[in-house]
């Protein structure tokens, strides 16, 4: 009888926003194959497992994924709890389809647990909501990033589209993302704000328009890029000097 892979989510840092399923299936894993950017904290949960780093650091492809599947699949002929653990939530920019799939047609048992992803980690940091009544009705999670192969992508019309956009590794790409959206139309003035390390002690918030994202410095962390209007306060009390004069106000919303 084959055991049970979970997909579990570690959130974007911080040990204490781990859900409450996903620290117990970490005190119960016998191995747990973990994503670079999993903090100690996080696996020392894990006390009983063996603990396998297959991390892909933004890029930098440590371990095929292919590999990753046959380990996974392999130690579920072996043991009863293998945890698959990945940063933020598995579901976004976390490859489980590849893994679910797989295993699915292995005939092996997988389940998903959901974790915080880094847009809403760093949402909460900020205090500011990526929707706003009456003014920010939809949000887009995008990611330039385009794999050796694959299809192109449709990542501006998306940002252009959506009333907030939150960017995903994309900070390696600040000029392409800049140049790009403000060519198809985006305002050149739109405000971002800049997140880096989202729910870890060392984090670090930076407001600009996205024409000055370019020059935003970032010093290596997962950072996550936010557009959009309802970042527009901030950044004028982040810059009042120097901030464009703000566009005119929507009308306000009756609140409820
Ligand atoms: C491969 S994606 C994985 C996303 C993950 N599945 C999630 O739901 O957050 C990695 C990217 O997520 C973002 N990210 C992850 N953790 C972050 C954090 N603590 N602070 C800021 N951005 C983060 C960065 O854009 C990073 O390049």
């Given amino acids: 009888m084959s055991g049970t892979v979970y997909l579990v ?74 945890v698959r653990l990945k940063g933020g939530d598995p579901m976004l920019f976390g490859r489980a389809h590849e893994e679910l799939s797989f295993l699915e047609r292995q005939g092996l048992r997988v389940e998903v647990v959901p974790g915080v992803t ?57 000029q392409t993302i800049a140049a790009a959206l403000i060519a198809a139309g985006k305002p050149a003035d739109t405000p971002i704000a ?9 984090t670090r918030v930076q407001y600009a328009a996205l024409q000055d994202l370019p020059g935003l410095p970032t010093s290596g962390g997962p950072t996550l890029i936010l557009l959009g209007e309802v970042y527009r306060e901030a950044l004028l009390e982040a810059a009042p000097s120097s901030a464009p004069a703000p566009r005119p106000r929507q009308p306000q919303a009756v609140q409820e």
């Avoid at 800049?194 to 002690?201: F, N, R, T």
Wanted: aromatic residues 4%; positive net charge; glycine residues 10%.
């Fill in 118 to 174: 880094a847009a809403l980690a760093a949402s909460a940091q900020l205090g500011i909501s990526l929707t706003r009544r009456g003014s920010a009705r939809s949000v887009t999670f995008i990611t330039p990033r385009v794999g050796h192969g694959e299809k192109e992508s449709g990542w501006v019309a998306a940002a252009l589209a959506a009333d907030t956009a939150a960017i995903y590794m994309g900070a390696g790409e600040a």
């Fill in 194 to 202: 800049l997140v880096e390390d989202a729910s870890l002690p060392g």
């Fill in 9 to 82: 989510g570690a959130g974007p840092g911080a040990s204490d926003l781990l859900t409450v399923r996903a620290a117990r299936l970490l005190g119960e894993a016998e191995v747990v194959f973990h994503d670079a950017l999993i903090g100690d904290e996080v696996l020392r949960l894990a006390s009983r497992a063996r603990k396998v780093a297959v991390g892909k650091r933004c890029g930098r492809h440590a371990t095929a994924q292919r590999f990753i599947n046959k380990q996974l699949a392999d130690a579920a002929r072996l043991h009863r709890v293998v």
